[in-house]
């Protein structure tokens, strides 16, 4: 062997051995943590899975309880209370039947009488929609339920109750929720809104996977199961001996914690409480799943055949290195210009971090310290979830690892969180580096700083939209605001119901004339205070002219609409001290931006030639006009 050829050959194996030093000490570890990692990816996807499932029971029961009670307080239900006949009650019958047809999740819903005799039935069945017949309907003023509902003061919420389905048109598919509200009249009884439901419907839309083979279980708080999802359960007769026989300390805990985990029996068992407030009285539901060794054993086997992948083209790839510095070497044919441009794209103006199939990072450059604050000991080995700002949901994770495996390749707006808790806005780039096997082994993340521009871009839009003075939404975003709110009455006529009330102050040029602008403007300030702080959260208040003032009010009738701005007028004439008064002019808004506008300017015209400090409003297009001035004080 010559000389050169031995030169070669001990320059090789010591790079090799050199560059291969911290891959195999990082494979060792990786390898002995296998089990550890595996077991805690399971169970904070666990975790997930369950969280997700008690927000989506939580959305679930909460939609049910808006739609029931647009089912119930509505002006058809009422009327045909009122003055029941045929044709009252058809109008009832038709405006269910539209409501709960192709719902699966509705049996029956009944309309009774202040006696419990049925005035009105519709059965519900696999999506099929039924009007019971005059001769079918019953009297259910011997149930308990009924019984009990009758003892609901009038302007109390509703009563529910979880019972067995023994109806034989539903196949026995859980158990019912049953609810009844009352319906009263100027607080006398007048009758009741009966549902029954299937609430099995609701936890099986609410499950993480509805069609994979692990979901979790759905116990009450008597312990026994509602809903059992999986139909080789370890559990031996898990839907009839209550959980406090079969995991004593699980029950033990979920008595006394919102949400936890427990092992017991060889199992590790999440769970999360959940609480379903919108009826009375409460349901208290558990949620939990439960991950054993068996469950546990074919992701470690599938990790560690990872991990031997890719140690294989590490190594691989070392070699290639290793045999291309020795040539470099012996022949001096490069320089070091491709190591100064890796160097330069490693530093450069981007912020960089490199992640291992599993998440975890292995590296990370210059600039992402700098603009972080954290170093490489301290976010080696753990996940970038650490950065993530709390303000985004679950779902958004779950989008971007779609996006990666579908694409390869994931970018846009994210907000991150500082080593000092101080929040970074950046424009982000996620792109997965894959293998000849088309394996992916690597994350790269490269983000901007764009925090600066975005808080620049957020200064310049309220700017845009905001009074100056009154600190108001100016004209702009009130004319956006009205146009948006008329698109949803026109697609939505029976459903959208919002007013608009616009505000003048009486005499202000006298108040500008006689104490001056600065008087005027302390006015106007008043003014705008008085809007903000006595109309409601979901009220949209905005300054669109000098002394002319507009409050939105979405889901309020004109007559609801009528008592909130005579009220807010009453308080702004008594808590001021100097005499300011103002007239308004209060409508419904139709599907025209421009005559709803109209409308409200025209009955605001009517309370200045009245007398001014008055509420007018204009009730439709027939220029029905009703005056209100007064009726707090009164």
Known sequence: ????????????????????????????????????????????????????????????????????????????????????????????????????????????????????????????????????????????????????????????????????????????????????????????????????????????????????????????????????????????????????????????????????????????????????????????????????????APLIKSEVSDLKIQATGIYTLIFMMSLGFVVWHAHHEKNSLDSRIARATMNGISAVIITDRANRIVSINDEFTKLSGFSLQEVKGRRPYMFAASKYPQELYIQIWKTLKRRGLWQGEVVNVKKDGSLLTQIMRIQSVKDSNDTVQFYVSSFVDISERKELELRLRDLSE????????????????????????????????????????????????????DEGDKTLLYIAQMLSKHSRKADFAARIGGEEFALMMPYTDLETACRVVDRIRCVIQDNYVRETTVSVGVTQLCVSSAHSYKRADQALYHSKQNGRNKVTSIENDTHLVTEQSQILSA
């Open 1 to 296: 062997m010559s000389k050169k050829e031995y030169t070669f050959i001990t320059e090789f194996t010591l790079v090799f051995l050199v560059l291969a030093l911290l891959p195999s000490l990082y494979f060792l570890k990786a390898e002995s943590r296998v089990s550890e990692q595996v077991e805690q990816n399971v169970k904070q996807q666990t975790q997930s899975q369950i969280a997700f499932s008690q927000r989506a029971l939580t959305g679930n029961y909460e939609a049910f309880s808006q739609t029931f009670n647009r089912l119930a307080h509505n002006g058809f239900v009422h009327n045909a209370l009122q003055t029941p006949s045929s044709n009252t009650l058809k109008m009832v019958e038709d405006v269910w039947l539209l409501a709960i047809r192709n719902q699966s999740l509705y049996t029956n819903i009944r309309l009774l009488d202040e006696d419990g005799n049925e005035l009105v039935g519709i059965n519900n069945h696999n999506g099929y929609s039924i009007v019971v017949a005059q001769t079918q309907l019953e009297n259910q003023s011997h149930t308990t339920f009924f019984q009990n509902a009758q003892q609901i003061k009038p302007g109390d919420s509703s009563l529910h109750a979880l019972k067995a389905d023994d109806s034989p048109t539903t196949n026995n598919r859980g158990p019912l929720l049953q609810v009844i509200t009352p319906i009263d009249f100027m607080l006398e009884r007048k009758g009741y809104v009966l549902v029954n439901l299937q609430f099995s419907h609701l936890l099986e839309s609410a499950m993480f996977d509805q069609q994979g083979a692990t979901r979790p279980h759905v116990v009450a708080d008597d312990g026994l199961n509602l809903f059992i999802h999986q139909p080789n359960t370890t559990e031996p007769n898990a839907g009839l001996n209550p959980l406090s026989i079969r995991s004593p300390l699980l029950w033990q805990t979920m008595q006394q914690k919102a949400m936890g985990m427990v092992y017991e029996h060889g199992f590790w068992t999440m769970f999360h409480q959940v609480k379903l407030d919108q009826f009375s009285p409460d349901i208290t539901l558990y949620l939990y799943e439960s991950v054993g060794a068996n469950d546990l």
């Open 466 to 517: 905001k009074d100056t003075l009154c600190n108001l939404w100016n004209r702009r975003k009130f004319d956006t605001q009205l146009d948006d709110h008329c698109q949803r009455v026109k697609r939505y006529p029976e459903k959208e119901t919002t007013c608009l009330a616009l505000f003048d102050v009486d005499n202000f040029k006298n108040v500008n004339d006689e104490f001056g602008h």
